[in-house]
Nanobody, 117 residues
Framework: QVQLEESGGGLVQPGGSLRLSCAAS????????MGWYRHAPGKEREPVAV???????NYADSVKGRFTISRDNGKNTMYLQMNSLKPEDTAVYYC???????????WGQGTQVTVSS
């Protein structure tokens, strides 16, 4: 069982930046997949930035060029750097990891991001 703890959400003005963190209870060095989803009110949960099988990250079209996923294996932590935030980025953001291709995703508890003036 892997536990994920997210942090870094909050209220930010349009055009601002936030960095979300997702700390894992174990090593993330060789996990099969990891990434971030978000869930906005009245909308379905959607992938924001995902990686799998050691490939390059895939970003939602709506965040390309603004969001960047990264990881620090030494800290067992992954990040989502969000720049040029827009009101439509307002959502609860969830991180996940999948240890192998045959195991289910482990999810964080979610962190609220609100973009508003």
């Amino acid at each position: 069982q892997v536990q994920l703890e997210e942090s870094g959400g909050g209220l930010v003005q349009p055009g601002g930046s936030l960095r979300l963190s997702c700390a894992a209870s174990g090593s993330i060095f060789s996990v099969y997949a990891m990434g971030w989803y978000r869930h906005a009110p009245g909308k379905e949960r959607e992938p924001v930035a995902v990686t799998s099988g050691g490939g390059r990250p895939n970003y939602a079209d709506s965040v390309k060029g603004r969001f960047t996923i990264s990881r620090d294996n030494g800290k067992n932590t992954m990040y989502l750097q969000m720049n040029s935030l827009k009101p439509e980025d307002t959502a609860v953001y969830y991180c996940y990891i999948r240890v192998t291709s045959m195991t289910p995703n482990y999810w964080g508890q979610g962190t609220q991001v609100t973009v508003s003036s």
